[in-house]
């Protein structure tokens, strides 16, 4: 049974460029949340895909953005890139219950 | 504003010593998992406790719920160098079938041989 994958594993970009993640859920899974997480931090939650819709976010700014295609998979995208944005993003699944489970991360470096 | 406050932020101790780390909260959680992380890799989820007063035994991991919902604790008996790892506690707060994980900034575990 395959668990929540991401890819890819580590990216380097430039400020002010453009950046795709890419998550795929753990079987069964049809909800998809992304999170944030800064070195020496918890993950802190960017938002949730349901139903191919965005179900809640947390505190991030429209230049963070997703979509979640019919298989469940989802993509994170993220505009206008900061030095602050450099961070692992994670990508958890849940089939709507309380548990999450996440994915190896994301690592991105904004130069 | 940081919503759950773990402690100790840092704990290094020796192979079979017992140990206690602690998540607070001034809010109510429907629910509180603690999750394993390695450095570079995503969490692992542990337990998941959702009753007030629960405990949940993991081998040498034993988790409690507060009465309130409001924090939790995790013992670790005789710890081990593969308990290493950063420990972190999440909240989940339920609406409707929402469920939207608040993390601490988590205790990071050193056991030394």
């Known amino acids: 049974d395959a668990g929540v994958t991401q890819s890819p594993t580590h990216l380097i970009k430039t400020r002010g460029q453009q950046v795709t993640l890419r998550c795929s859920p753990k079987?069964?899974?049809?909800?998809v949340s992304w999170y944030q997480q800064a070195l020496g931090q918890g993950p802190q939650f960017i938002f949730q895909?349901?139903?191919?819709?965005?179900?809640q976010r947390g505190n991030f700014p429209d230049r963070f953005s997703g979509h979640q295609f019919p298989n469940y998979s989802s993509e994170l995208n993220v505009n206008a890139l900061l030095l602050g944005d450099s961070a692992l993003y994670l990508c958890?699944?849940?089939?709507?219950?309380?548990?999450?489970?996440f994915g190896p991360g994301t690592r991105l470096t904004v130069t | 504003t940081q919503l759950l406050e773990q402690s100790p932020q840092f704990l290094s101790i020796q192979e079979g010593e017992n140990l206690t780390v602690y998540c607070n909260s001034s809010?109510?959680?429907?629910?509180l998992q603690w999750y394993r992380q390695e450095p570079g890799e995503g969490p692992v989820l542990l337990v998941t406790?959702?009753?007030?007063?629960e405990v949940k035994k993991l081998k040498r991991l034993t988790f409690q719920f507060g009465d309130a919902r409001k924090d939790s604790s995790l013992h670790i008996t005789a710890a081990q160098p593969g308990d290493t790892g950063l420990y972190l506690c999440?909240?989940?707060?339920?609406?409707?079938?929402?469920?939207?994980?608040?993390f601490g900034k988590g205790t990071l575990l050193t056991v030394n041989p």
């Open positions: 809010s109510v959680f429907s629910s």
């Open positions: 895909y349901y139903e191919e819709e965005e179900r």
């Open positions: 958890a699944s849940t089939a709507g219950g309380y548990e999450q489970y």
């Open positions: 406790v959702v009753t007030g007063g």
């Open positions: 079987s069964g899974h049809d909800t």
């Open positions: 999440a909240g989940a707060r339920s609406g409707g079938s929402n469920y939207k994980l608040t």
